[in-house]
């Protein structure tokens, strides 16, 4: 009776585990496969993200035909094309890119390599860091935006205070984010590379920087919406070229669609910039790696 009640519960487990074991490997199995063709969802995601576009353009494009939309405020994106293919034949378009995107990308690597030198200065000594400290967190917490009339008029309405106004908006964001990676080395790696006989400036340049990258790193993404935002707040209070000075001169003359023009064309300005951080990113990720190992 006891071998039949065992055999019966044995049973009972070899039939129950098919039903508890299938779910498991059937999602170990498509994760997996998933896994196999990273190409393949990478192909998905761009698709995805393409036509989401086409569908809202679209969907301003028929609303705006058909009045549920105001065109003169809202114009259309044909009717913003054919304005933008008028500034690219007749007007300044491509200097006014050219201008708006210089004076960001200039402001972006002077703020990031000036506040990453200087957050990395403050491992050398922990009094100096702490006096600094709590100046860097009130000029991080300074609406600085507010004091670009002031260095407009200190620097003039041309291409160095653009280049200013960009570089004080990342300078102390890079300065914070590097401070934090000096903060969080392991004093471990610092006392073992003493006990070997190195100086502070080996320790210095083969333990706190490499360490540090990646929190320096992580903070290009926030610096360049930063500089461009500087550089376009810039052009609105006084410029003679740019991308923010012809969407302040069509708002003055009422001409809506090349306003909208100006904001399509900053849009796309800042996906093309933020995917360039993207890739220099990953680039010095893969170099760290390397030194690394």
């Not at 698709?47 to 114009?75: C, K, M, N, Q």
């Not at 007749?90 to 000036?114: K, P, R």
């Not at 935002?229 to 209070?237: K, L, N």
């Amino acid at each position: 009776m006891e071998a039949t009640e065992k055999a019966d519960r044995t049973g009972l487990t070899r039939r129950r585990e098919p039903d508890i074991e299938t779910p498991c490997v059937h999602t170990a199995a498509r994760r997996i496969a998933s896994e196999l063709h990273p190409g393949r969802r990478s192909r998905i995601i761009r698709a995805g993200r393409a036509a989401v576009a086409v569908l809202l353009l679209f969907i301003w494009e028929v609303f705006t035909r058909i009045g549920w939309l105001d065109p003169y405020y809202w114009s259309r994106p044909s009717t913003i094309l054919k304005t933008a293919a008028v500034q690219l034949s007749q007007g300044t378009l491509l200097m006014d890119i050219a201008y708006t995107s210089g004076s960001t990308i200039l402001g972006f690597v002077l703020g990031t390599v000036i506040g990453s030198a200087l957050g990395l200065t403050f491992w050398w000594s922990k009094t100096y860091a702490g006096i600094s400290e709590p100046y860097l967190i009130v000029l991080n917490a300074l609406p600085k935006l507010a004091l670009a009339p002031v260095l407009v008029i200190l620097f003039g309405i041309g291409f160095p205070s653009k280049v200013i106004l960009a570089f004080s908006m990342t300078v102390i964001v890079s300065a914070l984010s590097a401070y934090s990676g000096v903060k969080s080395v392991d004093p471990a790696m610092e006392t073992l590379l003493y006990s070997l006989g190195a100086n502070r400036w080996q320790v210095f340049s083969k333990v706190v920087v490499p360490w540090s990258m990646p929190w320096m790193v992580s903070s290009l993404r926030v610096n360049i919406a930063l500089a461009l935002a500087g550089a376009i707040v810039g052009e609105f209070i006084a410029s003679s070229h740019g991308v923010g000075r012809m969407v302040i001169y069509a708002g003055t003359i009422l001409d809506i669609n090349l306003v909208w023009v100006g904001v399509m064309v900053l849009s796309i300005l800042s996906m093309a910039m933020y995917w360039g951080v993207i890739l220099l990113e990953k680039s010095l990720s893969k170099r760290l790696s390397i030194i690394q190992s």
